[in-house]
Structures are given as structure tokens and as C-alpha cells.
């Protein structure tokens, strides 16, 4: 079977429970919410390369106030190489309670799949030379059941989870919702659950 984002996303939607998740911009966005919306998850549908940048400022906030929550950004492998500074930030910050899904389809498939450098280039071996200890690879291209996020959420340290699937959207929903209504929502979430 081709695995594609879709599947990906269903597989660790399906897995957890009232974490935090915030989302890349364009399809990963629009699959998460047709699949399972929550008031938990955030719909980051501004600019690529800041989904995960707004998920540790989240992480960082929740641990000041000793809120022992996790958040789980799924991000995609163009936003991270535009705005590769980001592994670099989160790994010097180390927040114990973030774990970072790049999804990794060799694609900007929310634009038509023009293909990124990430079949040259191993994310998974950049974020080990940066330093990060929980680093996992998972090749979902033939079958999702290996993603099981559940098994780093107890890590005491930057999650770094690199799943590899084959590039395609699906047919989505558009999100019916404003940024400042997805934002209201999440926000509402977070301190209704204190
Ligand atoms: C700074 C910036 N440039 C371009 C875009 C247009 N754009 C939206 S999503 C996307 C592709 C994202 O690719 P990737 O992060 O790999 O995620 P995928 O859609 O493949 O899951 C592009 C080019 C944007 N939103 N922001």
C-alpha cells in the first residue's frame, strides 16, 4: 500500500489523546481536521516553517506554569527547510515536552508536490549532528503501523520523530473556521484544562 501524509496523520491523531497538536500550514492542516478536529489542535495556516517555531514557544509557556502537557507539532520537510533555524532553536531551548512529527514526503505537496532536496538530504542525520538525543526514523511508506507516538511521550527531551511517506494530498476539507477563531478555540482549550 503507498502511505501518503493522510495516512501518517491518522495514524498519530488516532494514537493520542487531549495533547496538544499544532499543525503545518495548507493539506497536513486540512487532513488533520477532516480526520478528527479538537479543540486541541492548532491550524497554523500562516506562513511554511512556522508551525514548529509557535509549538515551542506553546511547550516553553506550558512548562513555566508546570503544566505538564505535551504538544506534538506535524510539520512537513519544506517548511523545515525553510526555516531550518528552527531545529537548531528547539534544540538549544530543549524543552522536555515537544515532540517534533516531519512528515517527510520529499514534496511542497500543498503547492503540486514540486519536489524538495530531502531525497539527497537526511533530516534524521542532521538532527543527530545537532545534538538531539531522541532522534526516530520511520519509513511509513508502505504501512503507517510503525508510527506509534504514544512510545515518546514520556521523553524528557526534544522528540525529533522523522516519518518518510510518499508525496499526495487527499481530498480534503477546507477549514471551516478564522485564524482568530482557531486560535480563540485553542486558547480556550488550554486554560479551560488547567
Ligand atoms: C513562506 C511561504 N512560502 C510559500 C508558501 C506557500 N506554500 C504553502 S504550503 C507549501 C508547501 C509546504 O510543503 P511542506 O512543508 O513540505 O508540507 P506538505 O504540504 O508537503 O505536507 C507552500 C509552498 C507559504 N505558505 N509560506
Redesign the pocket.
Known sequence: MIMK?YDAIKKIITDLDDELVIS?????SRELYGIKDRNNNFYMS????MATPIALGLSLALEEKSDDRKVIVI????????NFGELITVYAQNPSNLIIAL???E?????G??E?YTSKVNLSNIAKSIGYNEVYYVDARNSVDNIDIKQYLDKKEPVFLHIKVK?G?TKAPIIDKTPSQIKNRFMESINKEN
Open positions: 501524509r503545518n500550514i495548507g493539506f497536513p500562516g506562513s511554511m516553517g510539520d512537513g520537510d519544506g517548511s523545515l527547510l525553510m512528515i517527510d514526503n514534496a511542497y505537496g500543498s503547492t508536490s514540486q524538495t508525496p494530498n
